[in-house]
């Protein structure tokens, strides 16, 4: 789950994770049901990979919960990861008192530099770009 002041965004596998206990399953019980691995099922269930068409299709037979629920979880949780990430960013920004160039450059950038799984989200958020040489630009607007 992540949080700003306004938002929180919550991963579909905290309603996997609810639906397991209502049915006394554990995870490795649903990788079997689904032929999915458990390591994807844990990472799923964790919000660390995406819940495609198809797996939300293996929950439906697996669970009979419909496809159509986990895809609009899906859909949710990715539209309010971007208000949390968005509200976030401007918060840090304020709190320093920096322009966008320069929490670019004095902020974001290093953190970008040993932290490469979240860059491309963040970038996206804040709406910048990186250029050939790897330095991190606003999007003009």
């Known amino acids: 789950m ?5 938002y929180m965004a919550i991963p579909p596998g905290e309603t996997i994770k609810e639906q397991l206990e209502d049915r006394n399953l554990t995870q490795k019980d649903l990788a079997r ?4 691995s458990e390591k994807h099922i844990s990472r ?7 819940l495609t068409p198809e797996t939300a299709a293996r929950l439906e037979q697996a669970i009979e919960v419909p496809a159509r629920y986990w895809l609009a979880l899906e859909a949710g949780y990715r539209a309010d990861l971007l208000k949390v990430e968005e509200e976030n960013a401007a918060a840090t920004r304020q709190k320093d008192g920096l322009s966008m160039q ?3 450059t004095q902020e974001l950038t290093p953190r970008l530099l040993t932290d ?8 996206r958020a804040c709406r910048c770009h990186r250029d050939r040489q790897g330095r991190i630009h606003p999007i003009e607007a």
């Open 116 to 123: 490469p799984k979240c860059a491309q989200r963040v970038l």
């Open 2 to 6: 992540f949080r700003s002041s306004s």
């Open 44 to 50: 799923l269930v964790n919000g660390l990979v995406i």
């Open 33 to 36: 049901l689904t032929g999915l």
């Open 102 to 104: 320069e929490w670019i």
